[in-house]
């Protein structure tokens, strides 16, 4: 039904309420300006949402804990006993002048649902990405520091013996590639060095 304030009656609408969920998954009430009730919705016999008339100030939304007496077809937890409910009462005004109030209820059951099963996600989201992003630091820092080892097991191996061996330079333009060059021309330098005591040991007579 449709209200006209200015006659302060209901007109039939072309469509039941009754027949549509939209309207029975509401709890409506509706007061006029001297707080007496002139509409209420199917729900509002079915559920109890332990609302007094409404006050003369704004509300904003707040939650309240319903009881429903019976089960509804439109339920998908088809559940009888508590339920909670988002309420707002506002003001209804027409010409900008105040006609009565307005209460609306809506069951935010499976809305509280899907926020919980949304929470669990989130947190196995969160849980599995840092699994990801230390697993992929400990892979990248592996592969960064793979070429120090090399460079590291390789100037172990030189000794006296293979001075003319030199550490392998993959790239000769990153830091890794210049400290391997620089080794490599110690290396060289260490080499002529040891050669020319050599020679000189070889060319001393007895």
């Given at each position: 039904?449709?209200?006209?304030?200015?006659?302060?009656?209901?007109?039939?609408?072309?469509?039941?309420?009754?027949?549509?969920?939209?309207?029975?998954?509401?709890?409506?009430?509706?007061?006029?300006?001297?707080?007496?009730?002139?509409?209420?919705?199917p729900?509002?016999?079915?559920?109890?949402?332990?609302?007094?008339?409404?006050?003369?100030?704004?509300?904003?939304?707040?939650?309240?804990?319903?009881?429903?007496?019976?089960?509804?077809?439109?339920?998908?937890?088809?559940?009888?006993?508590?339920?909670?409910?988002?309420?707002?009462?506002?003001?209804?005004?027409?010409?900008?002048?105040?006609?009565?109030w307005?209460?609306?209820?809506?069951?935010?059951?499976?809305?509280?649902?899907?926020?919980?099963?949304?929470?669990?996600?989130?947190?196995i989201?969160?849980?599995?990405?840092?699994?990801?992003?230390?697993?992929?630091?400990?892979?990248?820092?592996?592969?960064?520091?793979?070429?120090?080892?090399?460079?590291?097991?390789?100037?172990?191996?030189?000794?006296?013996?293979?001075?003319?061996?030199?550490?392998?330079?993959?790239?000769?333009?990153?830091?890794?590639?210049?400290?391997?060059?620089?080794?490599?021309?110690l290396?060289?330098?260490?080499?002529?060095?040891?050669?020319?005591?050599?020679?000189?040991?070889?060319?001393?007579?007895?």
């Amino acid at each position: 039904r449709n209200y006209d304030p200015f006659f302060n009656h209901f007109e039939d609408l072309l469509f039941s309420p009754d027949n549509s969920n939209r309207y029975l998954e509401h709890y409506i009430q509706i007061f006029n300006i001297d707080n007496h009730l002139i509409y209420a919705s199917p729900m509002t016999g079915k559920v109890d949402l332990g609302l007094s008339l409404p006050d003369q100030s704004d509300k904003l939304g707040f939650n309240r804990q319903g009881h429903i007496y019976q089960k509804f077809p439109w339920n998908q937890d088809n559940l009888v006993g508590i339920m909670a409910f988002r309420v707002v009462c506002r003001k209804i005004f027409f010409n900008e002048r105040p006609i009565g109030w307005v209460v609306v209820g809506l069951p935010i059951q499976r809305i509280e649902k899907s926020m919980g099963n949304l929470l669990k996600v989130l947190l196995i989201s969160i849980v599995l990405a840092v699994i990801m992003i230390v697993t992929g630091g400990y892979i990248l820092t592996r592969k960064a520091l793979n070429p120090v080892d090399q460079i590291t097991s390789r100037a172990r191996e030189i000794s006296s013996r293979n001075l003319n061996q030199r550490i392998e330079v993959y790239n000769p333009d990153d830091e890794l590639g210049k400290l391997s060059l620089v080794l490599n021309d110690l290396l060289e330098r260490l080499q002529q060095a040891f050669e020319v005591v050599t020679r000189l040991e070889v060319s001393q007579p007895e």
